[in-house]
């Protein structure tokens, strides 16, 4: 084994100079150390959940130049889903099996901020066991500016409206210069921080993600995960790292040269190694791609995410996810790669080994 992969596996603490040095190693090595990791938590089984994302608006105040979901130039149908309408399709997921419902919104200062904690009232009134996993840290900071209220008093405010977890996004990259170059005016990184922090300590979990593969170097990347890991030592609150490969159609991002699949995985591989303290590492099937997500099973990667039904953020910008998966699929998919499948709920208890 490498010094610096020895060095890195028995210290706790580590720089980002340092860690930075693990890409330089042939992924073999990254991924057979990751993969030990993953084998001594979780054997060979593979978790997913059956669940239904709801995107109620896609009217956004911010302009990310990476989103293709948002309505402008190149995606010019905007829509609002009346609060009736998001309540329907988590009725009918929920008979279809659907467990959690997962609640993610452009930012639109049109509707107003009852809108959104009655989306969650509502679904909540009407199905009092599903899991509701809403709202982003960058949703949140919106909420508090649309409001004026602190962000513990929002995060109180969902809590009460009947949000059980929070999802990862709005995480992009924390270094704030490639922050300021592709999402200026979101969230800043010590917020989302903040958001994360205040959540955990109300004794909720959530997840954490990273846009990566567009004008990132290799070091933003690491010292993103070095800034999660610092968080969760502190809360324990994240159950999943999600890394998000970027994609490439109908937004203002210029991206020139593309990520290999050598170096998305071995991504996944130093999350794995780096980030020991967060429990599920998850390739993220929707942007991975569904095949190469089940070869990150041998990289690391423990869960790649559910069934979802209808994806709409991620296949704007051309990720091949618009109708979800079966779930016949996606168990045959995890069983034929030499997993075991394992329905999960949404904070990871087993529900079904296939
Ligand atoms: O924050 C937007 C990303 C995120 C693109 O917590 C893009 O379980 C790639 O956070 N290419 C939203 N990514 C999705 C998200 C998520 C998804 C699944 C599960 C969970 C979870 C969270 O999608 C955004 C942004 O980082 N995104 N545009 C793009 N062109």
Request: hydrophobic share 40%; proline share 3%; glycine share 6%.
């Amino acid at each position: 084994m490498s010094v610096i992969l020895e060095k890195i596996l028995e210290k706790n603490s580590v720089s980002a100079e340092e860690a930075v040095k693990l890409y330089d190693l042939p992924l073999s090595e990254t991924g057979k150390a990751a993969q030990k990791i993953r084998l001594e938590k979780f054997g060979k089984k593979t978790y997913f959940n059956i669940n239904r994302h709801i995107n109620p608006s896609n009217i956004c105040k911010d302009v990310c130049k990476f989103c293709a979901f948002s309505a402008h130039r190149k995606n010019p149908n905007p829509y609002t889903l009346s609060i009736d309408e998001c309540v329907e399709i988590a009725k009918n997921a929920y008979k279809k099996g659907a467990k959690e419902v997962h609640v993610v919104s452009a930012h639109n200062p049109e509707v107003g901020y009852e809108y959104y904690m009655n989306i969650v009232k509502e679904i909540r009134k009407e199905l009092p066991d599903i899991h509701i996993k809403a709202f982003t840290a960058a949703e949140v900071n919106f909420f508090s500016e649309l409001s004026d209220k602190k962000y513990e008093e929002v995060l109180t405010d969902m809590a009460s409206a009947g949000v059980d977890s929070m999802p990862g996004g709005g995480a992009e990259i924390f270094d704030e210069k490639i922050r300021a170059k592709i999402c200026k005016g979101k969230v800043s990184s010590d917020d989302w921080f903040k958001i994360h922090k205040i959540w955990h300590k109300m004794g909720k979990k959530s997840n954490v993600t990273m846009l990566f593969g567009h004008i990132e170097e290799r070091i933003h990347r690491i010292d993103h995960m070095l800034r999660i890991k610092k968080l969760q030592d502190e809360t324990g609150g994240f159950n999943a790292f999600i890394p998000l490969v970027y994609q490439r159609k109908n937004n203002y991002l210029n991206v020139k040269k593309f990520l290999t699949g050598v170096e998305i995985l071995k991504t996944i591989a130093i999350s794995r190694i780096l980030l020991q303290n967060i429990p599920n590492i998850k390739a993220y099937w929707v942007t991975t791609t569904l095949n190469l997500s089940l070869v990150a099973q041998e990289y690391g990667a423990n869960d790649i995410d559910g069934t979802i039904e209808k994806e709409s953020i991620n296949s704007a910008a051309g990720a091949e996810s618009s109708n979800g998966l079966k779930l016949n699929d996606l168990v045959n998919l995890i069983k034929d790669s030499g997993f075991i499948p394992v329905e999960r709920d949404s904070l990871y208890n087993e529900i079904k080994i296939y």
